[in-house]
């Protein structure tokens, strides 16, 4: 989560999303998605950057999609809503 949330070093974010989203498991994205409730802007516009960069990278990703809708189950709040923003990331990738 500290990666995801570095405050002083945004490459660190970005490189951390796209690494987890290649790993595509629920507990890999759930991490981006309590990452997204407590981003500021910045720092989900670089996971946000991540995200996409794995998704279209030359190795392709995970169903991103697939995994956001188990997490939208979550029990936790932050979690459900990190899923819907990072849902509307992968959709926005793919259009």
């Known amino acids: 989560m500290g990666l995801l949330l570095d405050a002083g070093d945004t490459a660190v974010t970005r ?33 946000q950057t991540g995200v996409h960069d794995a998704l279209v990278g030359l190795d392709g990703a995970p169903d991103v999609a697939t995994v956001c809708g188990q997490l939208a189950r979550d029990p936790a709040l932050a979690v459900r809503r990190g899923a819907a923003e990072i849902a509307q990331w992968a959709d926005a990738t793919r259009g």
Request: glycine letters at 6%; proline letters at 0%; aromatic letters at 4%.
């Open 15 to 47: 490189r951390t999303a796209e690494a987890l989203v290649r790993v595509g498991t629920v507990a890999a994205v759930r991490l981006i998605a309590l990452a997204v409730a407590g981003a500021d802007d910045n720092q989900a516009e670089w996971m």
